[in-house]
C-alpha cells in the first residue's frame, strides 16, 4: 500500500500524525512537498525587465530557487523525522494542485489537511489548491484538520425549505 502525504507548511505535523495513527506499518509511506514556481519566476521577470543589462549571478530568482529548495528539503526531513519509519521524500515543483494529482497515481491512499478557514465546519475549510486534489485526486483522501475540529455549532444551517 503507498501512501502519499502532501506536506505544506503550518499543517504537516497533522499529517504525518494521521499516517502514524490510520496507515498500515508496512505501508510505503511518500512524503511530498511541491513548490510553486510563482515566486522564484517572478523575481526572474524582475530581474530581466527591470533591471536590464545585470549580471546572472545577482539574480534573486536564482536565490530564491535556492532557499526553496532548502525550506523544502528541512520540512522533509523534520516530517519523516516525525513519522519515526521508513518513508521516500519527494520533491516537485510546478503547479501544486497537478503535481499533487499526478504524484497520486497509483497510490493507494492521499493525506492532506484544510488549508482554508479553520474556524468553522464547512466548504471554506478547504482553500482552491486543496479542494482541486480533493476533487481530482485517483485515489482515496483522507482529509484532516491540522488542530482540533470546530464545534459543531459552527455548521452552516441548513438551506430553507422549498414551497411549491
Do not use: K, N, Q
Amino acid at each position: 500500500m503507498r501512501v502519499i502525504v502532501w506536506l505544506v507548511e503550518g499543517t504537516w505535523p497533522a499529517c504525518v500524525d494521521a499516517v502514524r495513527a490510520y496507515a498500515p506499518t508496512a505501508s510505503e509511506v511518500v512524503l511530498l512537498h511541491v513548490s510553486g514556481p510563482d515566486v522564484p519566476g517572478v523575481a526572474h521577470g524582475a530581474f530581466a525587465g527591470l533591471l536590464g543589462r545585470g549580471r546572472p549571478e545577482r539574480d534573486p530568482g536564482t536565490r530564491l530557487e535556492d532557499l526553496g529548495g532548502s525550506t523544502a528539503a528541512e520540512l522533509l526531513g523534520a516530517a519523516a523525522e516525525r513519522l519515526g519509519r521508513p518513508c521516500v521524500r519527494l520533491e516537485r515543483t510546478g503547479r501544486v494542485e497537478r503535481e499533487v494529482v499526478a504524484a497520486c497515481e497509483g497510490a493507494a491512499l492521499l493525506v492532506l489537511a484544510r488549508d482554508g478557514d479553520r474556524a468553522r465546519l464547512g466548504p471554506h475549510s478547504l482553500g482552491p489548491a486543496a479542494r482541486f486534489v480533493v476533487d481530482h485526486a485517483p485515489c482515496p483522501v483522507l482529509l484532516v484538520w491540522p488542530e482540533a475540529a470546530p464545534d459543531l455549532t459552527t455548521m452552516p444551517p441548513p438551506p430553507p425549505p422549498h414551497h411549491r
